[in-house]
């Protein structure tokens, strides 16, 4: 399924462009990433290029972190049972697992709870809360959870034990009655960075618990740990989050913590110079896996193993249970996909709830995540267990998930959450109700652009600029991730070669890049579909990652292409109807009238961005207020389609397409386009508005339409260049002499005086002898001229040409043949149209016309 993309630029300050140029000695391309990653100074470059670990936050500006370090003091004196109860995902895993660290680093072991995902759900739970308070625990610290826990709060505080939370979640209106609560969300915490994860709020913790020149030395013990977390949890990668990942890869490859070096080496991480997609893709998903299938202690268990055996066995049970976890993801992803594709309600919705019984709830994340990517629609998957719901919802930047969702609060048995991504549980009674409400506040805030995914760039650059000091630079900006991607940038107007699918199911693409002489190497995941569509003639434009591919010890330069368009193409695989652009295709002007236009003929000629215009006009297209579109050029024509084309498949307009002339009857459509138009065959009252999208062949075509159309309401449209898409089909179907020589040749070598084949044949076997891409016009002219000149005769039948070859018994002059002038006059006449039409637009005079 290829997804339109709408494709983004900032345009950025010249002057700053070249402050930061100069003063870090740095390439342009490197500098524009910078500055659109709010990277504006020589400081903030400083802080961004070389995060130190002297640059984190003093702890104590959180809010109520110096009460939370002398209860903790308190607790430790009075010797009091203290538990860390966390959530279930790598984040509460990897929170839990510091916490643990530092307090038997301080010789004062404590106890941790993780609630059963399925069982017991996120957050604190009552009979938790019980069997922690059985075992005489008077102060539980939560971590990752416990923001939206106010009745569990409550129970606590019953039972006599205080609550210390620390989340990093959005805050609902009613905050629990905690002892103390540490979340830089909250409205009157002045905290200088709001985006740390859970794990990352533990490590504050331990650094306000902490002497300073001690934490100096054993931050080094918990960072390892706190950047898988971060990265794993998808929080933004600038400011402390930065810092904690830059330094913490350096810790990962060379970690003394025996359950990471076991899943690096059951990852095949060992050996590698690790980044964040190895944290995200490799490491992640299987300390992950214990609280999505398994049970979440064997994560804690391996994080702070001291015993080398058991954390290979740990890393083995959490591998086979990541491997349990992808088979049952997507066998839940397919029943999902089925559910949305069969019910038709779901086309119009703009957020997908989709719920059935027994989905496992550890992986509906997951699914939700690729159900976004699919669809690119906020997306809400739940499992019905008896009559409740549990589920979790996903996002896209424009719509804010937790604050849609409390609007809905009253539905919910439990709900919390940030912008991107919820967790929620709800009677069966309630869903589709929740169904309903989600969507109509959706339909509040999301417009339809809202629902085509975006892709930013940081720079358009030539092939031949990306070498080895580029991506040195670039690789200086990572970590990448949420807030500090991948730098991303576009070539243009270049041919693919070598194309094809790779993969054991053919879902990604391997091809190279042709500039003059200049070839580059080119990865697409995922982009496998692209193969399908691409033909050696097109011209592409691509956002790519420019990166080093290392392999066999060998290390060059390629592209990891991120997404594809189509600029220049005859392929008839990306719009159906194109193909039959050169069948349809007519010179003929027999019709058309040759004097001057009705005297004074006035009409709107628009210069500039055609999109736009004809955008606006989409918009008004209604029943009553009726639009045709003429369309002369096969380049143009694709231009237009591709420009109609989420138009149409939004289903707000109703579009017909045709050649030559409109079908009959406006009644279920507002909107007509015409493709090589026979002016004089169309009826002009009809319509409100009409659209020439590009330039005529041949005046008379001009002439006759402009007699008999309503220039009141026709508009022109020209854009520098467009003459260039008229000579290319006249080129195309005009046979050069050489071109007729490598027809006949392959003709008359078919050692047979009959001949029998489709176009389709001929195409394929001319092309694979003589390297030449002929089409169906061409093909009809050359037949012609043969004909004329006696090399041969033939018929078309059922779309099967039969042809006679004739010996010839004299050498034929081409440029005496009749239907060889005819062509040659339609080239001139053609090119005196376009330089007067030239001249007419950039302001000189055409004989009748005015503007």
Known sequence: MMQKRYWTYNRLDDTKIAELMNCLGITRPVAKVLLNRKVESYEDAKKFLYPDIEQLYDPFLLKDMDKVVDRVKKAIENKEKICIYGDYDVDGVASISIMLKYFNSIDYPVDFYIPDRVEEGYGLNNGAIEEIANNGTKLIITVD?????????????????????????????????????????QGDCTYPFDGLCGCGLALKLIQALTPEEVFKKSIYEYLDITAIATVADVVPLMDENRIIVKNG?????????????????????????????????????????????????????????????????????????NKYRQQIEKDIFNEAIDIIENDPKYADEKVL??????????????????????????????????????????SISEFNLFESMDRCGDLFLKFGGHH????????????????????????EILTEEDLIPKIAYDDILQIESVDGRL?????????????????????????????????????????????????????GFGLGGFQKLIDGDDKVDLIFVPEYNIYNGNRNI?????????????????????????????????????????????FKIFKGCKSKLVKSKIETASAGNSLLILVNTLKQAYKLLSLLEYRENSGKVKISINYNEPESGMEEREIDVVINPIVDKIDYKRYNSIILYDMFYFAEQLITFVNKSNNEVTIFLYNNGDEKSNIFVLENIIPSRDQLIVIYKYLKGNNSHEVTFTFKELYKGIEQKYGLKIN??????????????????????NNIYNVSMIEPICRVDLNKLKFVQYLERKKQRHNDFKNTWLQFVTGGKFDGFEK
């Open 558 to 602: 390629q592209f990891n292409i991120k997404d594809i368009k189509i600029t220049e193409s005859l392929n008839h695989r990306v719009h159906p109807i194109l193909k039959d652009y050169y069948k349809n295709f007519s010179m003929s002007t027999d019709c058309c009238e040759k004097n001057n236009a009705t005297a004074n003929s006035v």
């Open 776 to 797: 169906e016009k061409m093909l009809d002219n050359s037949l012609a001229v043969f004909s004329e000149g006696n090399l041969l005769t033939y018929k078309l039948k």
């Open 145 to 185: 959870c416990g923001i939206s826990s106010v009745a569990g709060v409550d129970f606590a505080n019953n039972l006599g034990i205080d609550i210390i939370i620390t989340d990093h979640h959005e805050c609902q209106n009613n905050l629990p009655d905690a002892y103390a609560i540490i979340n830089p969300m």
């Open 420 to 443: 991107q991504a919820a967790g929620l549980s709800i009677g069966v009674d309630n869903l589709e109700i929740f169904r309903e409400q989600i969507n109509i506040i959706a339909e």
């Open 471 to 523: 991506i040195n630079e670039l690789e200086r900006l990572e970590p990448f991730g949420m807030a500090n991607p991948s730098p991303k940038f576009v070539t243009r107007s270049l041919f693919p070669v070598n194309m094809r699918e790779v993969g054991s199911d053919g879902k990604h693409l391997k091809f190279k890049l042709q500039s003059g002489n200049y070839h580059i190497d080119c990865i």
């Open 353 to 394: 709830v989709v719920y059935n019984k027994n989905w496992h709830t550890g992986v509906i994340g997951i699914v939700a995540s690729r159900i976004v990517e699919r669809y690119y629609k906020p997306t809400i998957i739940l499992g019905i267990e008896d009559d409740t719901a549990k589920g979790s919802a996903r």
């Open 249 to 321: 890869l350096d810790c990962i490859t060379q970690s003394k913590n025996l359950g990471i070096r076991a899943l690096l080496h059951i990852s095949g991480l060992s050996d590698r110079e690790l980044n964040t997609g190895h944290i995200a893709f490799g490491i992640a998903p299987r300390i992950n896996a214990a609280g999505r299938i398994g049970v979440a202690h064997t994560g804690v268990e391996l994080l702070t193993t001291a015993d080398a055996d058991e954390a290979v066995k740990l890393s083995e049970s959490l591998n086979e249970e």
